[in-house]
Structure formats: structure tokens, C-alpha cells
């Protein structure tokens, strides 16, 4: 699968409002197939990730972001099913506490970036400063406006300091939003997710759209690009971010350790 129509370079002329949250082209399959398709990816993240872990020289960060429903769990569920709990954590950023806030909003998100030979999962992350902040006004323009700026050097120290970055923006439609928090508010089982925050942030769509445009426009770099995920079709998510995970994660060559002495046909007595 080619992917690359989904990464973001420097430079690209991003319109989010023309993204098709639908789209499935590039994938000859169905979902049955593209079911099959992401089992056999798992077991290959499971095999990079155990590379990793061993080698403990590449520090891997996987930033999640999209608007309430766009799918940040299921697919951090589905695309990591596979993966040894040992050397993966998921990191979830909510509203921040007193004692975040009284510091810089960059604070608690360095104290979880990957160690050595770990693999870590933002679901949400410090984007939400120029995303949520900006939209519901949590702090003035002047504040928010110069955390682009702020976060590309902070990404670009972790990159030279040795992290690989992925950013996944999921791209759900309008319309999808609202069946999917209906949904919630169909199934009792669900009710606990409800946020009566998230209808706020609901009428502010448009605005959420163009902080995320915003965000991606000034944020994909070369040491951490963003892909734009079409995720109304959940199977065709988890299928993309597989597929370019794995390829990614592949292009790094990882290797397992030099073993300690030559133990090849040892006998043990
Ligand atoms: P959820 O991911 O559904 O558990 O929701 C977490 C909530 O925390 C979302 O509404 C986010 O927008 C909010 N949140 C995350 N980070 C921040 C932040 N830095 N400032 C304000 N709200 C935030
Ligand atoms: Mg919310």
C-alpha cells in the first residue's frame, strides 16, 4: 500500500475541509480483507517492537490526535493488540492539573517521552495548547501563538537526541461525530464517556477544524511529520497507521544485541 499520500511535508498547502474523512481508494480490498490484513501488521509491530526492546537504542513516540470520537482508543487498541506491554505505555494527556498549569505546558509531556528502547503512545498530547486553548480561549493569543515555534524545537531536540516521531491526525467528518456520540448516548455502557464538554466543543467544530489545519500546517517536519488519517471507515484507520508503522519502524534497522560469546550448537550438560 502507498502510503505517502497521507504524510504531510513542510510546505503542503493543507485544506482540512477538503479531506475526504471517507476515503478508502488506495486499498484494492474490503474490510473483510483489510481485517486479515491488520492481524498479520500486528504480529510485525510485535516483531519490531521486540527488536527494539532488546537493542534499547531507538526511543519510539506515536502522537495521537483528532477530535472527540475520531477513534484515538480503538486504534491505539487494534494497531498495538499485539505488542509486549513490556517497553510500550500509552500516555494520556486530559485537562491539565493545578500543578501543570502553574508550570510551562510543556512540562508534563517531557516527563513521558520514550526512554531507550521504550515505545510511547500520546493519546493526545501537548497539541491540545493550540488546539483546545485556543479555541475555548484558556489563555490569550499572544501565549498560544508562539507554541508552534515551542513545540517544533522541543520535537526537534527529542529527534536529535535520538527519538523517532509519528504524529496521527485522525480526520473524522461532522456527520460521523454525531452518530458516533449519539451512539454513546444510545448505550447506556457508554455513558461514562460522555463528556458534557464535548457538545461544547461540538458547536465549535469549524473552529476546531481550522486550529487543527493550523496545526499541521506549522507542525509537520521532516524530524516529525503528520499523517492525516481519513477514519470515518475504523478498519481503513487501523490498516493506514499498521501499514506506516510498520513501514517506518522498519527503515530504522534495528537489530538484536551482539550476543555475549559464540553459543552456536552449545550443548548444555
Ligand atoms: P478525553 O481524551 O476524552 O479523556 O478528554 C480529555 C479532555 O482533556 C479533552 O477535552 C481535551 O481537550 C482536554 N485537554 C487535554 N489537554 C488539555 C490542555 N492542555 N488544556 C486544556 N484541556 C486539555
Ligand atoms: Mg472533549
Given at each position: 500500500m502507498k502510503t505517502s499520500k497521507y504524510l504531510v511535508k513542510p510546505g503542503d498547502n493543507i485544506d482540512l475541509n477538503k479531506v475526504?474523512?471517507?476515503?478508502?481508494?488506495?486499498?484494492?480490498?474490503d474490510k473483510e480483507t483489510a481485517l486479515a490484513e491488520i492481524k498479520l501488521l500486528n504480529l510485525e509491530l510485535d516483531k519490531l517492537q521486540k527488536v527494539q526492546h532488546a537493542e534499547k537504542k531507538h526511543k519510539i513516540l506515536i502522537v495521537f490526535q483528532g477530535m472527540d470520537a475520531s477513534g484515538k482508543d480503538g486504534a491505539i487498541r487494534n494497531v498495538f493488540n499485539?505488542?509486549?506491554?513490556?517497553g510500550v505505555y500509552v500516555a494520556h494527556f486530559g485537562a491539565p492539573s493545578r500543578d501543570e498549569l502553574?508550570?510551562?505546558?510543556l512540562w508534563r509531556i517531557h516527563n513521558k517521552v520514550p526512554a531507550k528502547g521504550e515505545m510511547v503512545i500520546f493519546?493526545?498530547?501537548?497539541?491540545e495548547d493550540v488546539l483546545i486553548v485556543r479555541v475555548q480561549k484558556l489563555m490569550p493569543k499572544l501565549v498560544w501563538q508562539n507554541r508552534y515555534k515551542h513545540i517544533n524545537d522541543f520535537e526537534q531536540m527529542l529527534a536529535n537526541e535520538g527519538t523517532s516521531i509519528y504524529k496521527f491526525y485522525l480526520h473524522i467528518s461532522n456527520d460521523e461525530q454525531r452518530r458516533r456520540l449519539q451512539s454513546r448516548i444510545n448505550n447506556p455502557d457508554k455513558h461514562?464517556?460522555?463528556?458534557?464538554?464535548d457538545f461544547k466543543d461540538r458547536e465549535k467544530w469549524g473552529d476546531y477544524l481550522e486550529a487543527y489545519n493550523d496545526v499541521i500546517i506549522k507542525t509537520s517536519t521532516n524530524w516529525a511529520p503528520w499523517y492525516i488519517i481519513p477514519a470515518n471507515k475504523k478498519w481503513y484507520r487501523d490498516l493506514l497507521i499498521s501499514n506506516i508503522l510498520v513501514t517506518e519502524l522498519s527503515q530504522l534497522k534495528m537489530k538484536y544485541p551482539s550476543p555475549k560469546?559464540?553459543?552456536?550448537g552449545m550443548v548444555i550438560k
Amino acid at each position: 500500500m502507498k502510503t505517502s499520500k497521507y504524510l504531510v511535508k513542510p510546505g503542503d498547502n493543507i485544506d482540512l475541509n477538503k479531506v475526504d474523512a471517507d476515503e478508502h481508494h488506495i486499498y484494492k480490498g474490503d474490510k473483510e480483507t483489510a481485517l486479515a490484513e491488520i492481524k498479520l501488521l500486528n504480529l510485525e509491530l510485535d516483531k519490531l517492537q521486540k527488536v527494539q526492546h532488546a537493542e534499547k537504542k531507538h526511543k519510539i513516540l506515536i502522537v495521537f490526535q483528532g477530535m472527540d470520537a475520531s477513534g484515538k482508543d480503538g486504534a491505539i487498541r487494534n494497531v498495538f493488540n499485539s505488542v509486549n506491554p513490556s517497553g510500550v505505555y500509552v500516555a494520556h494527556f486530559g485537562a491539565p492539573s493545578r500543578d501543570e498549569l502553574s508550570r510551562d505546558f510543556l512540562w508534563r509531556i517531557h516527563n513521558k517521552v520514550p526512554a531507550k528502547g521504550e515505545m510511547v503512545i500520546f493519546n493526545r498530547s501537548h497539541y491540545e495548547d493550540v488546539l483546545i486553548v485556543r479555541v475555548q480561549k484558556l489563555m490569550p493569543k499572544l501565549v498560544w501563538q508562539n507554541r508552534y515555534k515551542h513545540i517544533n524545537d522541543f520535537e526537534q531536540m527529542l529527534a536529535n537526541e535520538g527519538t523517532s516521531i509519528y504524529k496521527f491526525y485522525l480526520h473524522i467528518s461532522n456527520d460521523e461525530q454525531r452518530r458516533r456520540l449519539q451512539s454513546r448516548i444510545n448505550n447506556p455502557d457508554k455513558h461514562w464517556k460522555i463528556d458534557p464538554n464535548d457538545f461544547k466543543d461540538r458547536e465549535k467544530w469549524g473552529d476546531y477544524l481550522e486550529a487543527y489545519n493550523d496545526v499541521i500546517i506549522k507542525t509537520s517536519t521532516n524530524w516529525a511529520p503528520w499523517y492525516i488519517i481519513p477514519a470515518n471507515k475504523k478498519w481503513y484507520r487501523d490498516l493506514l497507521i499498521s501499514n506506516i508503522l510498520v513501514t517506518e519502524l522498519s527503515q530504522l534497522k534495528m537489530k538484536y544485541p551482539s550476543p555475549k560469546a559464540d553459543y552456536t550448537g552449545m550443548v548444555i550438560k
